[in-house]
Nanobody, 123 residues
Framework: VQLQAYGGGLVQAGGPLRLSCEFS????????MGWFRQAPGKEREFVAA????????FYTNSVKGRFTLSRDNAENTVYLQMNSLKPEETAVYYC?????????????????WGQGTKVTVSS
């Protein structure tokens, strides 16, 4: 299984950005998918997750209403649409996959990780 995250870049505060995570090696349809981010000098933190069985989505409080996580099983890809970005959201964003459907906000619950894509939000 391999995950490839892309779509990061430089964006002005208040602007949008869409991240993608391509999943290969197996069908993404039976994996719960998550996005995490890690700012310089900080721990990796949960951003959003989507369950494979019912497409239920979960978000950290700070991004609710601004970020939307979706999946396209036919394309083996998940998308994180980020709107109204803030400078403090500058970080490397990682996608991850797991068959375990519990505690999707915890990094240790994920089996596979992508390499990360850097998002820089300028003020």
């Amino acid at each position: 299984v391999q995950l490839q995250a892309y779509g990061g870049g430089l964006v002005q505060a208040g602007g949008p950005l869409r991240l993608s995570c391509e999943f290969s090696g197996r069908s993404i349809s039976i994996y719960h998918m998550g996005w995490f981010r890690q700012a310089p000098g900080k721990e990796r933190e949960f951003v959003a997750a989507i369950r494979w069985n019912d497409d239920a989505t979960f978000y950290t409080n700070s991004v609710k209403g601004r970020f939307t996580l979706s999946r396209d099983n036919a394309e083996n890809t998940v998308y994180l649409q980020m709107n109204s970005l803030k400078p403090e959201e500058t970080a490397v964003y990682y996608c991850a996959a797991t068959r375990t459907g519990l505690d999707l906000y915890l990094t240790r619950m994920y089996e596979y990780w992508g390499q990360g894509t850097k998002v820089t939000v300028s003020s």
